[in-house]
């Protein structure tokens, strides 16, 4: 069955980065884009990027745009995200996502709580 | 970027009560809409796309319409299992999410 496992909890200072990873399995890896949804503590979702698998095409939320970096490793089907300069706004749980068309987002990693604190 | 407004915010109902939650986008997205549902410490779990479209193996009792504009989820007789929180979501990229709105016993 297509999972989505994402990598565990961070503390990260202040200005650090913090990369997040996102193993796919149970379905053609690159046959589906990649989107990341984060969910700061007892907010709503927000949207933070898509990267096609396809091409390599990203676009960002301006929230995050020129701090985040989304990638992939085909050879071990995990898709990564790293975010820079860390502040405590980016405090939040991160999601990935495995966008099916336009047939919605229907598998969705666990989470990874990232805590940005001094 | 369009921006959505999901109503109400809160919702308090009881167990085989019929509600309904609305999602505005501040411009027409076709049919472009997903709704999720989201319990505590979970991560979203899809239940209707293209604004209609019942996601495999989720109840009947859900149902999406609209277009456009504005969108509605149906939940028609309320189950135990349904008090979480709903978000709607345009994804006429770049994606949107509503506000949520909080499901709750009444």
């Known amino acids: 069955q297509v999972q989505l496992v994402q990598s565990g909890a961070e503390v990260k200072k202040p200005g650090a980065s913090v990369k997040v990873s996102c193993k796919a399995s149970?379905?053609?890896?690159?046959?589906?884009?990649i989107n990341w949804v984060r969910q700061a503590p007892g907010q709503g979702l927000e949207w933070v990027g898509w990267?096609?698998?396809?091409?390599?095409?990203?676009n960002f939320a301006q929230k995050v745009q020129g701090r985040v970096t989304l990638t992939t490793d085909t050879t071990t089907s995990t898709a990564y995200m790293e975010l820079r300069s860390l502040r405590s706004d980016d405090t939040a749980v991160y999601y990935c996502?495995?966008?099916?068309?336009?047939?919605?987002?229907?598998?969705w990693g666990q989470g990874t709580l990232v805590i940005v604190s001094s | 970027d369009i921006q959505m407004t999901q109503s109400p915010s809160t919702l308090s109902a009881s167990v085989e009560d019929r509600v309904t939650i609305t999602c505005r986008a501040s411009q027409s997205i076709g049919t472009w809409l997903a709704w999720y549902q989201q319990k505590p410490g979970k991560a979203p779990k899809l239940l209707i796309y293209k604004a209609s479209t019942l996601e495999s193996g989720v109840p009947s009792r859900f149902s999406g319409s609209g277009s456009g504009t504005d969108f509605t989820l149906t939940i028609s007789s309320l189950q135990p299992d349904d008090f979480a929180t709903y978000y709607c979501?345009?994804?006429?990229?770049?994606?949107?999410f509503g506000q949520g709105t909080n499901l709750e016993i009444k």
């Open positions: 149970g379905y053609s890896f690159t046959r589906y884009d």
């Open positions: 990267l096609s698998l396809q091409n390599g095409y990203t």
């Open positions: 996502a495995r966008e099916g068309g336009g047939y919605g987002w229907s598998h």
């Open positions: 979501q345009q994804y006429n990229s770049p994606y949107t």
